[in-house]
C-alpha cells in the first residue's frame, strides 16, 4: 500500500513540474479542409500603400480660359476626386494640362501639390495665382518661398494677356484665375521638369475653404487639412502617397 501511494505521488509531482515548465502558448486553431494555415503578422507583410499612377496622353493644348469647352479636352484621361468631381489631364510639348471639373454651381479654388526630389512646390489658382514652395527638413517640409500673388486681372486686354505670359515664364505654370471662365471650372499649364512626378491635387468651394477634396482620395497629410490663416511655415507632406504622373510614353 505504501509503495502504491509513493508511485501515485511521484507520478503527480512529474506531470505538475513538467507542465509548470512548458511555454503557456494557445492551442493551433483547426484549420477547415482546404484552406492554408493563418499567417501571424509581420513587418515585412504590413499592406503596400496603394498608388495611382496616370499615364497622361498627347493632345491638342486647350485655352487657358477658365472654361472647359466641349470637345477642348477630347483625349485627356479623366481621374475622379474623392466626391465624383473630374480631374481631367493631357500633354502637349512638355507642358501638363490639368483641368478640374467640380460638382458644384459655386466658385471654386484649387491648389497642384508637386514634388522636385526634396522641394515640394504649390500652384494656387483663386482670385490671383501664387507658388510657395517647401523643402524636406527630417520629417516635416519647412517654407522656403510664400505666396506671392499675381494676374489678378480677368480681362483680355494686352496688359493683362502679357502679365499672364509673364507669369508662365518665370513660374513655369499658368492658370486661369477662379474669376475667370465657369465658376465650377479651373484649367491650369504646368512645364514639367521631369517626364515623371508625383503630384496631389486638392479643391475647395470658395464658400467653406477649409474643406478641401483630394485627388488621390485617400490623402491623409496637410494636402487636405485646413489652413486657418494662410499657409504655415512647417507641413507635414507624404508623397509617396501622392499620384505618379507619367510623361513617357
Not at 57 to 79: H, L, Q, R, Y
Not at 140 to 154: A, E, N, Y
Not at 181 to 206: D, H, T, Y
Amino acid at each position: 500500500m505504501f509503495m502504491r501511494m509513493l508511485f501515485i505521488t511521484s507520478t503527480l509531482l512529474i506531470l505538475f513540474l513538467s507542465s509548470g515548465c512548458r511555454a503557456d502558448y494557445p492551442s493551433p486553431t483547426p484549420v477547415p479542409s482546404g484552406m492554408s494555415p493563418p499567417v501571424p503578422p509581420t513587418d515585412a507583410l504590413t499592406p503596400m500603400v496603394k498608388q495611382t499612377r496616370v499615364s497622361v496622353p498627347p493632345g491638342k493644348p486647350p485655352v487657358i480660359d477658365g472654361t472647359i469647352s466641349p470637345g477642348e479636352w477630347g483625349n485627356a484621361v479623366i481621374e475622379t476626386f474623392s466626391d465624383g468631381s473630374e480631374l481631367l489631364l493631357v500633354r502637349n510639348e512638355g507642358y501638363l494640362y490639368l483641368g478640374i471639373r467640380a460638382n458644384t454651381q459655386e466658385m471654386i479654388v484649387g491648389n497642384i501639390f508637386i514634388e522636385h526630389g526634396d522641394e515640394i512646390v504649390i500652384l494656387h489658382s483663386s482670385a490671383a495665382l501664387g507658388t510657395a514652395a517647401y523643402q524636406k527638413d527630417a520629417d516635416r517640409w519647412q517654407q522656403t518661398r510664400g505666396f506671392v500673388w499675381r494676374c489678378r486681372d480677368t480681362g483680355d486686354s494686352e496688359a493683362a494677356q502679357a502679365e499672364r505670359d509673364a507669369f508662365l515664364q518665370e513660374e513655369h505654370w499658368l492658370a486661369a484665375n477662379s474669376r475667370m471662365g465657369a465658376p465650377n471650372e479651373l484649367e491650369f499649364q504646368i512645364e514639367m521638369a521631369n517626364k515623371i512626378q508625383r503630384m496631389a491635387v486638392s479643391f475647395m468651394r470658395a464658400s467653406n475653404p477649409n474643406v478641401k477634396i483630394p485627388w488621390p482620395n485617400d490623402l491623409d497629410d496637410d494636402c487636405i487639412r485646413p489652413t486657418l490663416g494662410g499657409m504655415p511655415v512647417q507641413l507635414l507632406f507624404s508623397p509617396h502617397k501622392w499620384a505618379t504622373i507619367d510623361m513617357s510614353s
